[in-house]
């Protein structure tokens, strides 16, 4: 052993002289910091990357988890909930359907000691509007007129609708992240060192692509307080890298995104534990209505007879995923298992049935597209199982074709699919999050698909304020999709993470918000 | 007597002035290329969540909708002022790409060379000292099979290996998440920057993780030094001067050391220059095999996205690099064999 390091010590040296004199300047990162307060530190493993740790600069999922940890919002969403509590803000609540008004707590203050006031949080909204960064989510506040601040802890935003999804957009860390009007530049982006924020940690060092470190914030007020002193990410580039880290305990905690067969390996493993949680995150195909087939309705309601969608979680992704019978997945108010409701179990005779009311000709003709390049390798397997399962019912004869993704989008939409994949990850936890982007006059991936009222019901859901009336208009919509058939769903992924021994905390998280709270998490191994 | 072509001076201006259409016709093919690939760094980033309306604002927000010459001119005259610009992607200067993950690169690329160097040569003279023995064929084996196995092959083999049987032994990134937080970048090398500091047990910490992703890109140059420098002492060892030697009653052992091995390792150093292209593209999928922070698997990621400013200002630092150094080596080359000048 001394050898080994002897050796490895006389081959640091030859191989520092020829770095040494290539080296570049101090970039001063770093900082040898010890961690304060006790508590084991951990490593959240992680194959997600951050675009910007600026809220206004992005707009994925890996940039809002460090965001979740580094801002306050307004409300949060509590862990194994729906429904925002305050954070910032002691309380929010819609004065009418375009009035929406936050008191925030007393006593506020960023990590670098300036008070957080409602003066910060109109700054913050209007900045984020103002800038429009292409990477950021200022989209999601499309709603927002103007914005009031009567004193120092009342803030009302006027909206331009009503809008009931207003209340969850402020949870959302890209949109809603509280920032500091002395330190962030009304028209510019601040770079990610200088990040600031008023949430239960603080970036402590941060390098692009390979980690973070956050440390806790002696400052933060409000219910998020951390366990942990001290967190580390990594970001790896592989999934297979990440499962491996995983195995050999240099991560303590792997979340997103591992393979299914990776999943399905790691659950006979002695060294780590695989918890799963509710997810939300969904995949669907999606009926191009602009071609012969796609438009008509007899052919689309026979593939939703047919599709076998406990086949597909089980033989294209080992059981990681879950059936999906409503494009609005299990656990959110006003959901209905639709497609089960108007089609029940799948069933060929029924489908030719449907086909032959319809004056089909049997076997349909069918293009069915997906992407290897965006949902991971198990898209492939994904398009594969439907085939098979159109064409063993011997009413269709399925074509597969595929692009790159970013062909892809422009394929869909030139009609050279019948029926195409796609997926959604919701931007906040409402049922509307999965309606109106899908079905109002064709949704964002423009497949024709348009009915009034459909839109009218979105637009009744919005406006109310109501939880049973919005209920109600949902399940309405889900009824009206599964009838209508534009979409198929598919499946809905789980929450799911890997961890050491002695990890606590990790379970609680894992909900369909796909918030890592790493607040709530300790190690305590 | 020389003419006034073949002087060093002149050659030197010509080589550098060289320089100037080469790099201009990568810059112009790597702009065109990522224009016509498919797709958008819009499309890629959030393609599949926005209405084309609204995507197409994004577009103009970025100056994509504007004519491809005015975006080409603008890419050239920012290279002119060395301005490589910033990532569209993440806003990230690409200057700080270059200076945050190049330590980490140069790492990986010098500790592979040094391996190359350690195993091929050796493995080369022994090959062409026994020639046709079970050592010699077995040692060609070796190289032919490291040279033909992709890169990333062998890394993942080599992963798994050791995450099978190497006992807690690193199977990626460049140190544990604590060394790196707490290791003072000074120079943007990690291993450099602990070596400062004196923290020895971060050192070795940092030669464990390199030792894999330098084994695996070493392996891949080592097959071409083992087959160089065997040829080069086969042929040697059929020199006359060292017919003569042996005529003269040297040992042999001494014939072959001082005469054959020396003289046929001279070809060998000016290809290690030529190997840095390979080097470096090897390095890009070493860098994504193993987690390492280098330029490389960044330039991927960009791709991915199709960050057009990314990739054109990391593809020219790459080029510059390589360009550079065959340059050097030219200069090398004129200085050491005058007759590459006429």
Same mark, same amino acid.
């Given at each position: ?70 801002? #306050?919002? /307004? ?83 006027? /909206? ?18 509280? *920032? ?15 990040? *600031? ?9 941060? #390098?692009?692509?390979? #980690? ?18 001290? +967190? ?39 060294? @780590? ?28 309601? $026979? ?32 959901? *209905?298992? $639709?497609?089960?409701? *108007?089609?029940?179990?799948?069933? @060929? ?48 004869? @399925? ?24 997926? =959604?990850?919701?931007?906040? /936890? ?25 839109? #009218?019901? @979105? $637009? ?27 979409? +198929?769903?598919? =499946?809905?992924?789980?929450?799911? $993470? ?28 | ?88 992607? !993440? ?20 500790? %592979? ?34 040279? %033909? %196995? ?5 890394? &993942? ?10 006992? !807690? ?44 992703? %330098? ?24 020199? !006359? ?90 200069? &090398? ?10």
């Amino acid at each position: 052993m001394v050898s080994r390091r002897l050796l490895a010590v006389a081959g640091a040296g030859v191989l520092a002289a020829s770095l040494a004199a290539c080296g570049g300047g101090d970039s001063g990162s770093g900082g040898g910091g010890d961690a304060a307060g006790g508590g084991a530190p951990w490593v959240l493993g992680t194959t997600d990357t951050v675009t910007s740790l600026d809220p206004a600069g992005s707009y994925d999922l890996g940039s809002s988890t460090l965001q979740y940890q580094m801002y #306050q919002q /307004l409300l949060t969403i509590p862990a194994g909930s729906n429904t925002p509590e305050g954070d910032a803000a002691e309380s929010c609540s819609y004065d009418d359907p375009t009035t929406f008004t936050c008191k925030l707590r007393p006593g506020l203050t960023f990590s670098n000691g300036n008070e957080l006031t409602s003066s910060d949080v109109k700054f913050t909204f209007e900045r984020n509007l103002n800038i429009a960064d292409p990477n950021g989510a200022s989209v999601l506040l499309a709603s927002v007129d103007s914005i009031e601040t009567p004193d120092d802890q009342t803030v009302t935003f006027n /909206l331009n609708k009503p809008d009931t999804t207003f209340q969850f957009v402020v949870t959302h860390a890209s949109a809603g992240s509280i *920032v500091d009007e002395e330190t962030y530049p009304a028209d510019a982006l601040v770079a990610n060192e200088e990040a *600031v924020g008023s949430g239960p940690f603080v970036m402590a060092e941060y #390098q692009d692509g390979n #980690q973070a470190s956050l440390e806790k914030s002696e400052s933060y007020k409000g219910p998020r307080e951390a366990k942990s002193s001290q +967190v580390f990410v990594k970001y790896y580039k592989e999934p297979s890298a990440l499962k491996l880290a995983a195995e050999n305990g240099e991560v303590q905690v792997a979340w997103r995104s591992l393979s299914p067969t990776d999943i399905k390996d790691l659950q006979g493993s002695d060294s @780590v534990e695989v918890i799963e949680g509710a997810g939300s995150e969904i995949r669907y195909f999606v009926w191009q209505l602009g071609t012969n087939m796609g438009k008509e309705k007899a052919v689309r309601q $026979a593939v939703a007879e047919v599709i076998d969608r406990e086949a597909i979680a089980q033989r294209a992704y080992d059981g990681t995923v879950d059936p999906l019978y409503s494009i609005v997945p299990p656990g959110f108010p006003g959901q *209905v298992d $639709a497609f089960q409701d *108007v089609y029940g179990q799948n069933s @060929v005779s029924e489908a030719r049935g449907m086909l032959q009311q319809g004056g089909i000709q049997t076997p349909v003709n069918l293009t069915l597209g997906y992407t290897p390049s965006h949902y991971g390798p198990n898209a492939v397997d994904e398009a594969t199982e439907l085939k098979r399962q159109l064409d063993a019912s011997g009413l269709f004869n @399925v074509t597969l074709k595929s692009a790159e993704w970013t062909q892809y989008q422009d394929l869909y939409k030139q009609n050279a699919y019948d029926l195409f994949q796609l997926g =959604w990850f919701p931007d906040f /936890l409402d049922a509307d999050n999965y309606l109106a982007p899908f079905f109002v006059d064709g949704g964002f991936y423009e497949n024709n698909y348009s009915n009034q009222q459909v839109n #009218q019901l @979105v $637009a009744k859901e919005q406006g109310s304020n109501k939880d049973a009336t919005r209920e109600k208009t949902f399940q309405q919509l889900q009824q009206i999709v599964a009838e209508d058939v534009p979409v +198929v769903p598919s =499946w809905v992924g789980k929450n799911t $993470a890997v961890v050491a021994p002695g990890m606590q905390g990790v379970e609680e998280t894992l909900d369909p918000a796909f918030i890592f709270r790493m607040w709530t998490v300790s190690n305590e191994g | 007597m020389a003419s006034r072509s073949g002087s060093l001076p002149r050659y030197i201006v010509q080589r550098v002035l060289l320089i100037i259409p080469m790099v201009w016709i990568l810059l112009t093919m790597v702009f065109l290329l990522m224009r016509v690939a498919p797709g958008d760094p819009v499309s890629a980033s959030v393609g599949g969540r926005l209405t084309e309306a609204a995507m197409d604002e994004r577009r103009a927000s970025l100056g994509l909708d504007r004519p491809l010459l005015t975006q080409y001119f603008e890419y050239l005259g920012g290279i002119l002022r060395l301005d490589l610009g910033q990532t569209i992607s !993440d806003n990230r200067p690409i200057i700080d790409i270059v200076k945050e993950n190049g330590g980490a690169t140069l790492t990986l690329t010098v500790a %592979a060379l040094l391996i190359a160097l350690v195993v091929g040569i050796p493995a080369g003279l022994i090959a062409g000292r026994f020639r046709d023995t079970t050592g010699d064929v077995g040692i060609r084996m070796f190289g032919i099979l490291t040279y %033909a %196995a992709p890169v990333f092959f062998t890394g &993942i083999l080599v992963q798994l290996l050791v995450a099978e049987y190497g006992g !807690d032994w690193p199977t990626s990134s460049a140190s544990s998440p604590i060394t790196e937080f707490t290791v003072q970048s000074r120079t943007n090398i990690l291993l450099v920057d602990a070596m400062l500091m004196g923290d020895w047990s971060a050192v070795l910490e940092v030669l464990q993780y390199l030792l894999l992703p %330098a084994l695996t890109l070493g392996l891949l140059i080592c097959g071409i030094f083992i087959r160089l420098t065997r040829v080069n002492v086969l042929q040697t060892l059929q020199g !006359d001067y060292v017919e003569a030697a042996r005529a003269r009653g040297i040992k042999e052992s001494k014939v072959v050391r001082s005469h054959a091995f020396r003289n046929a390792l001279v070809p060998v150093v000016t290809v290690i220059g030529l190997q840095v292209a390979l080097l470096l593209s090897g390095a890009v999928l070493t860098e994504k095999t193993f987690n390492w922070p280098g330029i490389g698997s960044e330039l991927i990621d960009y791709i991915e996205l199709r960050d057009y400013a990314a990739v054109q200002g990391i593809i020219t630092v790459f080029a510059l690099v390589v360009i550079l150094i065959s340059l050097l080596i030219d200069i &090398i080359n004129a200085l050491i064999d005058p007759r590459v000048r006429y």
